[in-house]
RNA sequence: CGGAGCGUAGCGCAGCCUGGUAGCGCACCUGGUUUGGGACCAGGGGGUCGAAGGUUCAAAUCCUUCCGCUCCGACCA
């Protein structure tokens, strides 16, 4: 891609009431604008790093056997009668009235709409375990939207659902998908740790909040330094693998505000391994049984011919979230700094162009076709103008590579930069291997 | 929902108190100079001053109502 094709408006001045950097940078480097209280659109950039992100965790359900599907993001109010979660969400639900006059609603979570799903058309043991998952918009009316895409009241959202003939194998998907969300965090870079958590609204009696740690988290959390050595590569997909990794994380101690404890905090943790810090919650699960398949008559046949309800587990994961999570738990100063797996851009191409001299932007575009031949997306900067402007806009940016084309040129090395830090000569063959390692 | 504040060019703001027909910086357009860390010179375009009503000879400015947005708090993926 060329820079002076791209969609990117990006701005010098940021709107005053951004207050938080995710949401400046954002809009800043043109990825967002505000349509709404906590209602954005995505433009290009933005839209490419979170489908990145979507794809990420795609994969990662797909790994551990999820299987997607897409349900609408308009549902009838009636499901959500039966469950007796029409009442009980309260102001947070967006309701509307079709034409006839029939009760809708824009959803805010799946719970009763996969249960229909499922109940119409599963009815033996024999059918299970089934996890289903979607990635889909969602609408909380939230009382006060705030910092930028972190707190949306339009969000995207995936989430998943767990099927299962009793709490015992309810609990090994409980794990499968622990183990997926501790995956799906490593590769977007991320360190995230699983909390026990309170079940709010959703309601359950199994719960794990993934939070990673941000100075400008909106929950507080407490927890023991070595939480930092448990490696999820360390643990193999099979039952047994993962209940070791489930106790081994709740054998170390961690809590956000709610569920905190000085006493304990103070007898578990040592004085040097205390951690109090603050933290975003990326991604939420939950085990709540037959909750839901109760209420809405989700029932199988067991092996003994008796019904049984469903045991039935929700995963979530803020995809829309994320992008904002992500550039506060890797900004420095004006720097975006994107993890490979989600840069916009694999690599772009600054060159030094002035009017009366275009050998630059010529080799550029040579590197440009030479890279674009080894599958790299690489973006390239043919605008002419200031060098020192081009570098602040791509510090801006945040594309993780730059190769820089200009008066320290040699003709046998490329200039090559990794964002925020000093740039080295390297041989072009090595570029490849560099931006992909 | 309680408290506070804002709405004037794409963005950031001044003007409002004390009414007289709108200005600055950035961005944008034209020409020239420049080109390794947010350039320079010259010229130019862009506004129903959030909306409606009222007071007045005259309203961005005063009054009323409405709408939108933000911040602090209680609540949440």
């Keep these: 891609m060329f820079l002076s094709k791209l969609f990117l408006p990006i701005t010098k001045n940021l709107p005053s009431d951004a207050k938080i950097k995710s949401h400046q940078l954002m809009l ?26 979507e794809e990420i965790v795609r994969e990662e359900q797909n790994k ?36 006839q006059g029939r009760e809708m609603l824009y959803g805010p979570t799946n719970e009763e709409l ?8 599963i009815k033996s043991y024999k059918s299970l375990p089934q996890m289903l998952y979607h ?61 026990a958590a309170d079940t709010g609204p959703i309601g359950g009696d199994l719960s794990h909040e993934f939070i990673i740690l941000a100075e400008t988290g909106e929950s507080k959390i407490y927890t023991d330094k070595s939480i930092f050595k448990i490696d999820v590569n360390n643990y193999n997909f099979d039952i047994k693998s993962l209940e070791k990794m489930r106790n081994d994380f709740s054998s170390v101690y961690a809590a956000t505000d709610d569920k905190f404890e000085q006493i304990k905090f103070d007898k578990l943790v040592t004085k040097q391994n205390q951690i109090i810090t603050k ?17 809405l008559n989700c029932f199988i046949d067991n092996k003994d011919g008796k019904k049984n309800s469903v045991k039935m587990g929700s995963y979530g994961i803020g995809v829309s979230r994320l992008v ?21 851009f694999d690599v772009v191409i600054i060159p030094s162009i002035s009017k009366n001299n275009k050998e630059n932007l010529t080799k550029s575009l040579k590197l440009y076709d ?68």
């Design 28 to 53: 800043r480097a043109g990825m967002i604008k505000q349509s709404s209280a906590g209602i954005y659109s995505w433009l290009p950039i933005g839209l490419k790093v979170m489908k990145k992100i």
């Design 64 to 99: 551990i056997g999820a299987q997607e599907l897409l349900m609408p993001t308009i549902q009838p109010a009636e499901i959500w009668k039966e469950s007796k979660r029409y009442e009980d969400y309260g102001e947070e639900m967006l309701r509307i009235k079709d034409r």
């Design 114 to 121: 996969i249960t229909d799903i499922f109940r119409s058309s």
């Design 135 to 195: 990635i889909q918009w969602k609408f909380r009316d939230e009382i006060r939207p705030r910092f930028g895409v972190m707190r949306c009241r339009e969000f995207f959202m995936k989430d998943a659902y767990s099927f299962d003939v009793d709490e015992a194998n309810a609990k090994i998907s409980y794990n499968k998908m622990f183990y997926s969300y501790l995956k799906t965090f490593k590769r977007l870079g991320l360190q995230a740790i699983p909390m």
């Design 279 to 295: 933290g975003i919650e990326v991604g939420h699960i939950f085990y709540f049984g037959d909750k839901y398949s109760k209420p």
């Design 324 to 344: 904002g999570a992500i550039i506060e738990a890797n900004y420095e100063k004006e720097v975006m700094k994107w993890p490979k797996s989600i840069s916009p």
């Design 370 to 437: 030479d890279l674009k031949k080894q599958n790299i997306d690489v973006l390239l900067d043919d605008v002419d103008e200031n060098m020192s402007q081009k570098f602040k806009k791509h510090d801006l940016i945040g594309i993780p590579y730059q190769i820089i084309v200009g008066s320290k040129s040699t003709e046998s090395k490329i200039e090559f930069k990794e964002i925020n830090s000093e740039s080295s000569f390297i041989d072009f063959k090595e570029v490849k291997s560099k931006i992909k390692s």
